[in-house]
């Protein structure tokens, strides 16, 4: 059985500060990792993908992958209170059997307290 | 550029009534479509996917059906619903790249009651 894990929350950040988000996965095949971001009530909308071993930055935030360690993350910088939302991490793999769809996670939960 | 519509947004069922939740998608052909379901607080389940017209697997054995009658149309059924089908029911679609992520709809709350 293929996982991903983060942890639930809810991570508390005051507002201007980082948020850092985890997410492990089990699959070593897999090749395409992806956050979304779920606002209450709302469908989950995809706010940054990585694919190579490094960071990658889009405005506030910056996607870190280590495939060698399995574990790839998530930075919020100055973090704003509609940042307040639970954090999908998502996996694809290659492997036959998953066909490439993606695996989620349960999700963190982030509150920004001004 | 691709939309995805999914309706009604909300819905309020007696148990064992039947259900008919649809999805389409705009703007692009053969896409890969998925229902996903997602209990109050608790992560995405994955119910049906479906990579072409008739083409249908089932993820989780239930109460539930999925038909994809046309190539962007994508119906999620069940001919007398249970509690536990009360959820935030999700329409995604994507291509058939592995490289990209899903793009989900916008979602229907249903109650069971």
């Known amino acids: 059985q293929k996982e991903v894990e983060q942890n639930s929350g809810p991570l508390s950040v005051p507002e201007g500060a980082i948020a850092s988000l985890n997410c492990t996965y089990s699959d070593r095949g897999s090749q395409s990792f992806f956050w979304y971001r779920q606002y209450s009530g709302k469908s989950p909308e995809l706010i940054m993908f990585i694919y190579s071993n490094g960071d990658k930055e889009d405005g506030r935030f910056t996607a870190q992958l280590n495939k060698a360690s399995q574990y790839v993350s998530l930075l919020i910088r100055d973090s704003q209170p509609s940042d307040s939302a639970t954090y999908l991490c998502?996996?694809?793999?290659?492997?036959?059997?998953?066909?490439?769809?993606?695996?989620f996670g349960a999700g963190t939960q982030v509150v920004v307290t001004p | 550029s691709q939309t995805i519509h999914q309706w009604p947004a909300t819905l309020v069922q007696p148990v064992g009534s039947p259900l008919s939740l649809e999805c389409t998608v705009e703007?692009?052909?053969?896409?890969?479509l998925y229902w996903y379901r997602q209990a109050a607080g608790r992560g995405l389940q994955l119910l049906f996917y479906s990579v072409g017209i008739g083409q249908i697997s089932s993820e989780v054995p239930q109460n539930l059906s999925a038909s994809r009658p046309q190539d962007r149309q994508f119906i999620l059924s069940s001919k007398k619903l249970l509690l536990s089908d009360s959820g935030f029911y999700l329409c995604a679609w994507s291509t058939n790249y592995r490289e990209d992520g899903y793009t989900f709809g916008s979602g229907t709350r249903l109650t069971v009651v």
């Open positions: 703007g692009t052909s053969n896409p890969n």
């Open positions: 998502a996996v694809n793999s290659l492997t036959t059997d998953s066909w490439g769809k993606l695996q």
